[in-house]
Structures are given as C-alpha cells and as structure tokens.
C-alpha cells in the first residue's frame, strides 16, 4: 500500500491518500458529459484528456486527509441531484467528485493526485472506459459506444458494499459529523454549462 501525496495547482491545498494500491480501489476513465462540463466550469480543461475523458480512481472518504489548505474546498452541483463535485477556490484544481457523506465513493481526478511518473504503478491500469457515447470521436470505436461496462460495474458494486460494511465512508475530508457538505456549496442551472450531448 502507498501513500500518495495530494496536492492542487498552485500548492496552497496538499494532503494525502493512504492505503493506496491497484487493488485498492478502481481507476477508471469518465467520458460523461458532467465530468467535462466541470472541467469547463473551472476553466480547467486540461483535466480531460484528447477525447475529453477525465482519470479518476475511485477510492473512499477515509482515505483521504487534507492537510493545508482545507479553507479552499469548494463544491459544485451541476444539478439539485447530482455529484458532489470538489474543487480548489485558490487554483480550481478539480479534486473528487462523492455521491453523499453516507456513500463511501470519493472518484479522485488525477489533477490532484501528486504522482506524475508513478501513476500506472500505484493505481494499477485504467480499468474501463464508462460513458463513451459522450466521448469526442477521436475515441477509438471500441470504447466509443460503451455505457457501463458490466465488468467494471461489478468491481465497482463489490468495493462500494465491501466499504461500506467497513464503515469507510467516516471520517470525510468533504462532509461534517452531520453529512453536510464543508466549503461552499454552489448548484448549478443544469443547462446553462453543458455541453449539447450526442443525439442517444
Ligand atoms: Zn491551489
Ligand atoms: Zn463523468
């Protein structure tokens, strides 16, 4: 198990991810129209990649510790129901996106993730490619059409319930003793910062 070092942009935000390993939790890649229209709210379009997929490895609250910096959380809703999604005020260095404090999933963006040059040795591999019909159409077909592939489904389920049982959505970084979001939270009028999506 690593340890990795957390940190945003401009350095004013660090922290740390511990008992990180590629069994550990899933890295995936996020082709999802939301995930590209924060990295457009936040000016930060070098989060996706040339196919507008972003790299998150979904880990848990526990995990997480925030060291400098926590004054600087921010959180944005695209829409009343959806995503937590943390950023940095200071540099808008996009940090995870959480479900609620009671769901143990915390999806980090790579942005945030100190390990430039380890990264494939510490996470593991890119697991599966979700969301692709959003994809621009550079994505190779094979990926292109998939929705949530089964495989990563599963990998996913069996981590969330196994987390879960483990109490590892607590302690959170992003959520109080109550389950309210810390940092200011900020809900979106869903359409005005998306992009069209494809005709389904
Ligand atoms: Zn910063
Ligand atoms: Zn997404």
């Not at 008992?19 to 890649?29: A, E, H, Q, W, Y």
């Not at 999806?107 to 959003?134: A, C, E, T, W």
Request: positive net charge; aromatic residues 8%.
């Amino acid at each position: 198990m690593a340890e990795v070092r957390l940190k945003c942009s401009c350095g004013i935000v660090q922290g740390v991810a511990h008992d990180i390993s590629p069994n550990s939790g899933t890295r995936l890649v996020c082709y999802c129209d939301d995930c590209q229209a924060f990295a457009r709210f936040l000016k930060r379009e070098d989060v996706t990649d040339a196919h507008g997929g972003t790299d998150i490895f979904q880990t848990t609250h526990s995990r997480i510790q925030i060291t400098d910096g926590a004054e600087q959380l921010r959180c944005l809703k695209l829409r009343p129901k959806g995503l937590f999604r943390w950023y940095t005020e200071c540099c808008k260095t996009p940090i995870a996106n959480t479900v609620s404090s009671g769901v143990p999933f915390v999806g980090m963006i790579h942005n945030f993730m100190d390990d430039d040059g380890v990264r494939d040795s510490v996470l593991g591999p890119v697991r599966g490619y979700i969301q692709g019909k959003f994809a621009k159409e550079t994505l190779p077909a094979k990926w292109r059409g998939a929705r949530f592939p089964l495989r990563i489904v599963m990998r996913s389920l069996c981590k969330l319930l196994a987390w879960k049982v483990q109490g590892l959505h607590k302690p959170s970084p992003f959520f109080d003793a109550s389950g309210n979001p810390v940092g200011k939270l900020c809900i979106l009028d869903s359409d005005v910062n998306r992009p069209q999506s494809p005709s389904a």
